[in-house]
């Protein structure tokens, strides 16, 4: 099974500031990699897929980039509508394994 | 656009089974297989299995398996997962939704969406 590690766990980001977020997969999953967002009570929406397009509908102050092992979500200028846990995924290899997430909070 | 609608919230005793619903509505699953994923409370998401609905094929993930049965319904576009011999770890939101699609029994790699809107199992005594 593939082993997606978040970093950070935490994030404390002020409105208008860069978030940057990490996932590393133990092993390389090309770039069959998906970014989502998921609000308190809401279901998980996807963000990215292919490591770096971004979805129908969201912003372009969302970016993905990385490939193999290393991955990277980049919010460029965050919105209050943003704060929220991130999840990374790959899509490479079953099962299918998502990382822990990153919590973006208002610092 | 096809939407996922899920079943309402369960409360179950320890030991009985729970049966949750995933409906496409606005349209069919088509080819497209459906997974459920589930999350528990405070926690991250969790891959249970999937299903190609057209062919009524499941896999599951090994930590589920012989505990989780999922099927499908073609003529009511419904994808149902069944967990039996819950325990109060069960407790959590399930989640399903649409992944790859399919030509017979093999999968394209693809990202999930959309999801449905989650349904909470409470197992209490």
Known sequence: ???????????????????????????????????????????????IYGAS?????????????????????????????????YYCQQYNNWPKTFGHGTKVEIK | QVQLVQSGAEVKKPGSSVKVSCKASGGSFGGYSVTWVRQAPGQGLEWMGRIIPI????????????????TSDKSA??????????????????????????????????????????TLVTVSS
Do not use: H
């Open chain 1, 1 to 47: 099974e593939i082993v997606m590690t978040q970093s950070p766990a935490t994030l404390s980001v002020s409105p208008g500031e860069r978030a940057t977020l990490s996932c590393r997969a133990s092993q390389s999953v090309g770039t069959n990699l998906a970014w989502y967002q998921q609000k308190s009570g809401q279901a998980p929406r996807l963000l």
């Open chain 2, 77 to 118: 576009s419904t994808v149902y997962m069944d967990v039996s011999s819950l325990r109060s770890d069960d407790t959590a939101v399930y989640f399903c939704a649409r992944g790859g699609y399919c030509s017979g029994a093999t999968c394209m790699r693809r990202w999930f969406d959309p999801w449905g809107q989650g």
């Open chain 1, 53 to 85: 397009t971004r979805a129908t509908g969201i912003p372009a102050r969302f970016s993905g980039s990385g490939s193999g092992t290393e991955f990277t979500l980049t919010i460029s200028s965050l919105q209050s509508e943003d704060f929220a846990v």
């Open chain 2, 55 to 70: 062919l009524g094929v499941a896999t599951y993930a090994q930590k589920f398996q012989g505990r989780v049965t999922i």
